[in-house]
């Protein structure tokens, strides 16, 4: 499985941004999809998950601004991310779970990587 996430981009605070993660592999519809972020000095953090069937999960810090969605046709997964903080600033990471069927907040629980897109939220 090989991801490859876009999207990221300098945006002043309240403003808004929409992370798109496109997979390869014929079986998109069966993994269960995350969002994760890391910035400078800190661990990478759970951001949001959705799984084979649509659930979805949010970090309580993004809850009711950020939404994770799917597009099966287009295997891809978008985070649209509104009213940005500057605590947002971080490289953004889509994952894949291969082997579950709900959506995990631990990197561990995720067996494949993107390879980040910075967002940064200028004050």
């Known amino acids: 499985v090989q991801l490859q996430a876009s999207g990221g981009g300098l945006v002043q605070a309240g403003g808004s941004l929409r992370l798109s993660c496109a997979a390869s592999?014929?079986?998109?519809?069966?993994?269960?999809m995350g969002w994760f972020r890391q910035a400078p000095g800190k661990e990478r953090e759970f951001v949001a998950g959705i799984s084979w069937s649509r659930s979805t999960n949010y970090a309580d810090s993004v809850k009711g601004r950020f939404t994770i969605s799917r597009d099966n046709a287009k295997n891809t997964v978008y985070l649209q991310m509104n009213s940005l903080k500057p605590e947002d600033t971080a490289v953004y990471y889509c994952?894949?779970?291969?082997?579950?069927?709900?959506?995990?907040?631990?990197?561990?629980?995720?067996?494949?990587w993107g390879q980040g897109t910075l967002v940064t939220v200028s004050s």
């Open positions: 592999g014929r079986t998109f519809s069966n993994y269960v």
């Open positions: 994952a894949a779970d291969t082997r579950r069927y709900y959506s995990g907040s631990y990197p561990w629980e995720y067996d494949y």
